[in-house]
């Protein structure tokens, strides 16, 4: 029996993942639970407006866990970590926390310039992961058909 220990290492990070993903996944379960449970105080409560921010901050959130369950989903049937779902995970954090500071009025000028300067930056990442992403798929094409060609 032959030991290999890069057989070791993604057999070991298979199974991180699959408990990471399983994790998640508990967690957009029990935040949709959630979700609905603060539907019902919010037609209770006289803080209409304080109600509204934590139920926007928790479907914001939840955004996030399932672009985060995308990227771990997606490892399991490439055995790669694609750039396009992580980018896309922060992109929602940082609109997340626009959003609530914006609604609560807890913003100021410098921050909004700060936030929208990490997301041209995190937009320009998300376009060139695209495009590379691209490239490498049809560079992978085109070596299948070379391969092809030449078996023939």
């Given at each position: 029996?032959?030991?290999?220990?890069?057989?070791?290492?993604?057999?070991?990070?298979?199974?991180?993942?699959?408990?990471?993903?399983?994790?998640?996944?508990?967690?957009?379960?029990?935040?949709?639970?959630?979700?609905?449970?603060?539907?019902?105080?919010?037609?209770?409560?006289?803080?209409?407006?304080?109600q509204y921010v934590r139920i926007i901050s928790e479907v914001l959130t939840l955004f996030i866990l399932i672009e985060l369950s995308r990227s771990l989903a997606d490892y399991f049937s490439e055995h790669r970590l694609r750039m396009t779902f992580i980018v896309d995970a922060?992109?929602?954090?940082?609109?997340?926390?626009?959003?609530?500071?914006?609604?609560?009025?807890?913003?100021?000028?410098?921050?909004?310039?700060?936030?929208?300067?990490?997301?041209?930056?995190?937009?320009?990442?998300?376009?060139?992961?695209?495009?590379?992403?691209?490239?490498?798929?049809?560079?992978?094409?085109?070596?299948?058909?070379?391969?092809?060609?030449?078996?023939?």
């Amino acid at each position: 029996m032959k030991f290999s220990l890069m057989k070791l290492y993604d057999k070991v990070l298979c199974v991180a993942f699959g408990i990471m993903l399983l994790f998640i996944a508990l967690g957009i379960v029990v935040g949709v639970a959630r979700l609905f449970l603060n539907l019902g105080s919010l037609l209770l409560n006289a803080d209409i407006t304080g109600q509204y921010v934590r139920i926007i901050s928790e479907v914001l959130t939840l955004f996030i866990l399932i672009e985060l369950s995308r990227s771990l989903a997606d490892y399991f049937s490439e055995h790669r970590l694609r750039m396009t779902f992580i980018v896309d995970a922060a992109i929602v954090f940082v609109l997340r926390e626009i959003m609530i500071k914006l609604f609560e009025h807890k913003i100021g000028s410098d921050e909004i310039y700060a936030l929208s300067a990490l997301l041209f930056v995190m937009g320009c990442l998300r376009i060139g992961s695209v495009l590379v992403f691209q490239r490498e798929k049809r560079m992978f094409e085109m070596s299948d058909k070379a391969k092809q060609a030449a078996e023939t």
